[in-house]
Each structure stands twice: as C-alpha cells, then as structure tokens.
C-alpha cells in the first residue's frame, strides 16, 4: 500500500535511533548505547534515509560523518524528541496541577528584585525549578533551543511564532552623574561631560549596552569605550566614587544595591529611551502558568521594589512603570 502524502517520513523510534549514532559517533556505538543489535540500528538508519529519500551520513569517512541533510534533521529531531519527552511527565502531573520541572532565564537586573518571589511562587507549582540569572541574549538562545521554558527580559525573539508575551515592567534610561555634577539638559552639555568624566558604559554583549549605544549614535555622539561593564553593579559603583558618569535604569540601579545618596540622576538628553521587560513562554505548554508569574512579578515590584526606589531616589520614581 502507498504512503499517503501526508504520512510523516518518520517516527520518533527512528529519530532517537538516529541521535543516538550522532552523539556515539557510529552505528556500534549507538547499539551498545541503545541495548539494540548493530544491524537493527543500520537497519533503522537506512529505512529513515530511504523514507526521507536523503543520506544522512557520509559512509566514506570514519568516524561517521553527517551530511548537510543529516546535520539539519539533527538540530530538527532534537528539538522534536526533547517536546516529545515532556509529554508523559507533563501528563502524569496534570491531575495534582504539578508540573515536573520548570526554568526560568532571569535577566540579570530583576535578579535582585524577583529571583525570590519568582522561585516562591515556582516552588508551589513544579517539582523542579531552575532559574538562571544572566543576560538576555543568553536567555533567548536557550528558549528558542528548548532549555528555558521562559524568560523574563527584553524581547528580541521578533515574530517568532509558537510564543506568548506577557508585559512585566517599563522604564526609562537615566543619566546618572556624582553628586552635584552641573546639570546636563542637551546633547552638548553631555558632550561636554564626556570630557571631564568617564563613561562607564554597559557592554554590548547586554540588551542595555546595545540600546545606550544607538541612543548615542542617534544623538551624534562617540564616547569613548574605554570602561564598560556586563552587570550593572560596576556601573554604578563607578559613577558614586566620582570621576564617571552613565547612562542607566531604576531597576539597574537597585540591583547593583548600591548607596545612592552620592549620585544625581537626570533624564538622558535627546529622544526619551526607554526599555519594557516582558516574561516570554511557549504558547500552551504551561498553562496559565506564565500569566500567573507574571501577575506575581508586576505586583511584587508595585508593592515592593519601586516604593524602596522612590524612597532612595526620588527622581527614578516617574521613570518606572508597570502595566
């Protein structure tokens, strides 16, 4: 009987098959590692190749070699097999409305902020909880891998479908100088204070570092790169023991847990700039659970961290919203 034409050219059996002679590096290998005799797992090799009417190895070479056709069906298949494996244990807890493990990539400036109450609320709803702090690019590779089941950061993922987006917090870049600094209101007064202080800039392997850089190509300005920094806690360490200056964010600021007394904060010439937060999941794998989480992250900085923001500095309250 023929295949019908939108019979799948596999199944999962064979994929895992398949991955297994990947990562062993040949077909005796991956049958030792399977409990499967050598010719079962080339038997399987053969009939997904036949099926996909592609060679997935290059039989020429020792170790095994994957062709381009094979290295696609690999990244493919992995991502394939790691959703298929979550199905049984995501099922075996939908009746106690436990999920077996969840992870969360946490952009590092909120680490301070909601690391806490993030794993608090996790820990009543799964077995397992990983939350990982870091930067966001970081954060976003994982998710599109499958490694994270949701990040909470700026979102860069564009139209990348099978996503739900839910808005944490907003606020604005700040200009933050020492303590009774002149005031800067224009492009030039900033330009004149990149020359009698440092700028202690963010990294451009950051989201934060990437948007301060083209709000200062867009205002016409090359400061110099000469200090910068992946977290924000040497950013504003540099700027309160005087000689340097930046461009930073109210919930930057409380992160680096720094006494604020010595610093003066301004809105940055120019455009106003600002970033949005927003926690990212896939559509439906979680339930309502990333609703949830963010509910308790939005109330959480309401209640908690922006009132201890605007009581260690007044002038970062406006900058910070939630919707």
């Not at 077996?100 to 909120?110: A, K």
């Not at 120019?270 to 509910?295: F, I, K, M, S």
């Amino acid at each position: 009987m023929s295949a019908r034409a939108d019979d799948l050219p596999f199944d999962l059996r064979s994929l895992s098959i398949f991955l297994a002679a990947c990562d062993a590096g040949g077909m005796a290998a991956a049958a030792r590692r399977l409990g499967l005799t050598q010719p079962a797992v080339s038997l399987a090799v053969a009939d997904l190749e036949a099926r996909l009417n592609a060679a997935l190895f290059d039989r020429s070479v020792r170790p095994l070699a994957l062709t381009a056709a094979g290295a696609l069906l690999r990244q493919r298949a992995s991502a394939l097999l790691s959703e298929a494996r979550q199905i049984a244990p995501v099922m075996r807890e939908a009746g106690r409305r436990r999920f077996p493990l969840v992870r969360v990539g946490l952009v590092d400036s909120l680490s301070r902020a909601l690391a806490a109450p993030l794993a608090a609320h996790l820990a009543g709803r799964a077995e397992e909880v990983s939350v990982f702090s870091g930067l966001t690019a970081a954060h976003a590779s994982a998710l599109v891998t499958r490694n994270l089941d949701m990040m909470i950061g700026v979102d860069d993922l564009g139209d990348m479908p099978g996503l739900e987006r839910w808005p944490i917090v907003a606020e604005s870049y700040m200009l933050a100088t020492p303590k009774g600094t002149a005031p800067v209101e224009t492009v030039a007064d900033l330009e004149r204070l990149s020359a009698e202080l440092r700028f202690a800039r963010y990294s451009a392997r950051s989201s934060t570092g990437v948007d301060i850089d083209r709000h200062l190509r867009r205002l016409g300005l090359e400061l110099p790169r000469s200090l910068e920094f992946d977290t924000p806690h040497g950013v504003t360490a540099m700027v309160a023991n005087g000689g340097h200056f930046a461009i930073t964010t109210p919930l930057c600021l409380f992160e680096a847990a720094h006494d604020l007394s010595g610093i003066d904060f301004a809105p940055t010439p120019g455009p106003q700039l600002r970033r949005q937060l927003t926690l990212v999941a896939y559509r439906h794998q979680l339930g309502r659970l990333p609703a949830e989480v963010a509910d308790v992250m939005r109330d959480t900085l309401r209640a908690e961290i922006i009132p201890e923001i605007e009581s260690a500095a007044p002038a970062l309250a406006a900058a910070i919203s939630t919707p």
